[in-house]
């Protein structure tokens, strides 16, 4: 069960795109469509924002999107907000009925 | 509304017991999963358990295997998280997730904070 790996930091400019690569393995990313994506403020819950590796839930904006490629699922942000600003974390399915995160990454908007 | 609140945190001497608690609301308990998840200090999310609807399957992190058990009290809309044998880095915020469609955290409580310390 070790924790997807995620770049600890990415930074953009206000409409800016930016890009969070997620990598694991065939037991999890690379085996099952169930790669999602959550983005946490300091202090409060995390919040889905990328389900089923491309689709967002209603109220997510379209600027948001995910995508994946063998072992490695993406989530892309374009027209990078100020409000962007925040920690993103992927999950992931895995073949022992268990789930896994990465470790997150923190989205700076310079 | 939809709601999760946890409660039962606190701090806590290595080689303790606690439990944690979360209330559901707003939803038909009966028809989800339920997930514990954890966040220590400045740190990523791990996730911790789930518990199958009906309460009959559990799976755990390796990290706490063996010393945590996940329950659930379906006539209550009540999910718990028995922790023994504590360690200090089981120091976190405990969340407690719905399992949604596709596998998915689709609800997240506010979280309780654990702190295991002498």
């Known amino acids: 069960q070790s924790a997807l790996t995620q770049p600890a930091s990415v930074s953009g400019s206000p409409g800016q795109s930016i890009t969070i690569s997620c990598s694991g393995t065939?037991?999890?990313?690379?085996?099952?469509?169930?790669v999602s994506w959550y983005q946490q403020y300091p202090g409060k819950a995390p919040k889905l924002i990328i389900y089923?590796?491309?689709n967002r839930p209603s109220g997510v904006p379209d600027r948001f999107s995910g995508s994946k490629s063998g072992n490695t699922a993406s989530l892309t942000i374009t027209g990078l907000k100020a409000e962007d600003e925040a920690d993103y974390f992927c999950?992931?399915?895995?073949?022992?009925?268990?789930?896994?995160f990465g470790g997150g990454t923190k989205v700076t908007v310079l | 509304q939809v709601q999760l609140v946890e409660s039962g945190g606190g701090v806590v001497q290595p080689g303790r017991s606690l439990r944690l608690s979360c209330a559901a609301s707003?939803?038909?308990?009966?028809?989800?999963?339920m997930h514990w998840v954890r966040q220590a200090p400045g740190k990523g999310l791990e996730w911790v358990a789930v518990?199958?609807?009906?309460?009959?399957?559990?799976y755990y992190a390796d990290s706490v295997k063996g010393r945590f058990t996940i329950s659930r009290d379906n006539y209550n809309n009540m999910l718990y998280l028995q922790m023994n044998s504590l360690r200090p880095e089981d120091t976190a915020v405990y969340y407690c997730?719905?399992?949604?469609?596709?596998?998915?955290?689709?609800?997240w409580g506010r979280g309780t904070l654990v702190t295991v310390s002498s």
């Open positions: 999950s992931s399915y895995t073949s022992t009925n268990t789930w896994v």
């Open positions: 089923v590796v491309s």
């Open positions: 707003g939803f038909t308990f009966t028809s989800h999963g």
């Open positions: 065939s037991s999890d990313v690379g085996g099952y469509k169930y």
């Open positions: 518990i199958w609807y009906d309460g009959s399957n559990k």
């Open positions: 997730a719905r399992w949604g469609d596709e596998k998915i955290f689709d609800v």
